[in-house]
């Protein structure tokens, strides 16, 4: 197998697409400045640009093998709020419903730690 195809690499090259992507609808495509504000946050615009403007850096930092370790510590930040926000409430519909809907978060946050821990 060619070293870029490597199960570090994919690990890499799928974390850093997923980010790159949610930074792209959050910056550039979808205004969720009202779903920001309905988690209850302050100053959502901010937040949404905040987290999005991480989100590209990191993504980009993790897919091209540049400052891997640093750059997973903001986005495991990012997603273990996101799924403190918008997941665990799900538990009062069921512990079935809240694995299903939570299962890109755990991912996410399962490799980024196995990026961060290397």
């Known amino acids: 197998m ?3 195809l490597s199960s570090s690499h994919l690990i890499r090259y799928a974390v850093g ?3 790159i992507v949610s930074a792209i609808m959050k910056l ?8 920001f504000a309905s988690y209850g946050l302050p100053y959502p615009d901010v937040v949404v640009l905040i987290v999005g403007i991480t989100e590209l850096i990191c993504g980009v930092l993790i897919a091209s093998n540049y400052y891997v370790r640093k750059a997973a510590l903001p986005l495991l930040v990012i997603m273990a709020v996101a799924l403190l926000l918008t997941k665990v ?3 009062h ?3 079935f419903q809240f694995a299903f809907e939570a299962r890109l978060d755990i991912v996410m946050l399962i490799l980024l730690y ?3 821990k290397r």
């Open 2 to 4: 060619p070293s870029y």
């Open 17 to 19: 697409y997923v980010f």
């Open 28 to 35: 550039f495509v979808a205004d969720l400045t009202s779903a």
């Open 89 to 91: 409430p799900l538990l």
């Open 93 to 95: 519909n069921g512990l």
């Open 114 to 116: 196995i990026l961060w």
